[in-house]
């Protein structure tokens, strides 16, 4: 009977060591998956282009200030910040949102997110400037998404225009332009004149040199933002990839290798360093180095901000900001 029971724990042991990543699992609903989700539907409907997890610098604060998502069109740059609220949300008197989670007799207060997101939109309008980039007036716009279809808001009536919930997200489809809600017609199709093609692709290049925060990609469309700290492991694994540095790389992507037993024993990690030069840069050339699959990721989550271990088995692929 003993050898059966001791035997089930090592394979189960063995089991959620190759298979079952409590990070991974965690944030399976984070705020960041809910980020690019929305980045993702927003792109393919619109053809523009999204930047997210800007960190745009504050001049009041002296600290960066996170700015979610960050859409750029012909006609508009719209700022948006994306809440994954879940739950029963309200308005009350005194302008802070509330949502109560009545399965978990559960209820937290929000300062009111539209306040907080047309700061983002000043704070961001200000850089530009410094950078040289002047927006036409009423060019910026600013929305907060509600992308969670567990949240009801009550009453709907009280949530400003600003406000866009699940159910007006998914009228969206792409190559249906024609039947845009009425929030995206007077975002997208106001029939402001369509700024020069050069300010735009100058407004592109500021906002894609702008600090950001790190991204790590992991399996199952899920994602991290937060700031990569190390690798932890063998110590000839850890030598291996002692370049992997932001100051030297800006991306680096994760393939299997080998089988053995019940997962791959080895990854294929693949990088390419960085190119400051702003003329004449050639196509990245992919560098490799193979480690052991039970190698580690130490990151700082950006919200809520605590330190984790990714396996890099679990991980698609990391984006270093510069």
């Given at each position: 009977m003993w050898p059966a029971i001791i035997g089930g724990l090592i394979i189960y042991k063995l089991f959620k060591f190759f298979f079952y990543d409590d990070d991974v699992l965690d944030i399976?609903?984070?705020?960041?998956?809910a980020l690019f989700a929305v980045a993702d539907?927003?792109?393919?409907?619109?053809?523009?282009?999204?930047?997210?997890?800007?960190?745009?610098?504050?001049?009041?604060?002296?600290?960066p200030q996170t700015i979610d998502l960050v859409l750029v069109t012909k006609r508009e740059l719209l700022v948006m910040s994306v809440k994954n609220f879940s739950g029963i949300l309200t308005v009350h008197g005194d302008g802070s949102w509330v949502c109560e989670k009545p399965g978990k007799h559960k209820v937290e207060r929000y300062t009111d997110p539209v306040e907080e997101v047309r700061k983002q939109a000043s704070i961001l309008e200000s850089y530009l400037e410094q950078r040289g980039v002047v927006l036409p007036k009423g060019y910026l716009t600013c929305k907060v998404i509600l992308p969670n279809p567990k949240l009801c808001t009550f009453p709907a009536s009280d949530f400003p225009s600003e406000v866009i919930t699940h159910e007006q997200l998914v009228q969206l489809k792409p190559g249906t332009k024609s039947v845009l809600s009425s929030w995206v017609k007077s975002a997208f199709l106001c029939g402001k004149k369509d700024t020069q093609e050069s300010s735009d692709q100058n407004l592109e290049f500021v906002l894609s040199t702008a600090p950001i925060w790190d991204r790590l990609e992991l399996k199952g469309n899920r994602y991290v933002l937060g700031e990569f700290l190390e690798f932890k492991g063998k110590e000839d694994d850890i030598d291996s990839l002692r370049k992997i540095k932001r100051s030297k790389v800006g991306h680096m992507i994760i393939q299997k290798t080998s089988m053995f037993g019940l997962a791959p024993s080895t990854l294929q990690v693949l990088y390419t360093l960085r190119d400051y030069r702003t003329e004449g840069a050639s196509s990245p050339e992919w560098m490799e180095v193979t480690v052991r699959s039970h190698t580690e990721i130490i990151f700082q989550v950006e919200n809520p901000s605590k330190i984790k271990k990714f396996k890099l088995s679990s991980v698609c692929s990391m984006h270093l900001s510069a």
């Open positions: 399976e609903s984070s705020d960041s998956t539907r927003l792109e393919k409907v619109y053809g523009g282009k999204v930047f997210a997890g800007l960190r745009i610098p504050d001049a009041d604060s002296a600290s």
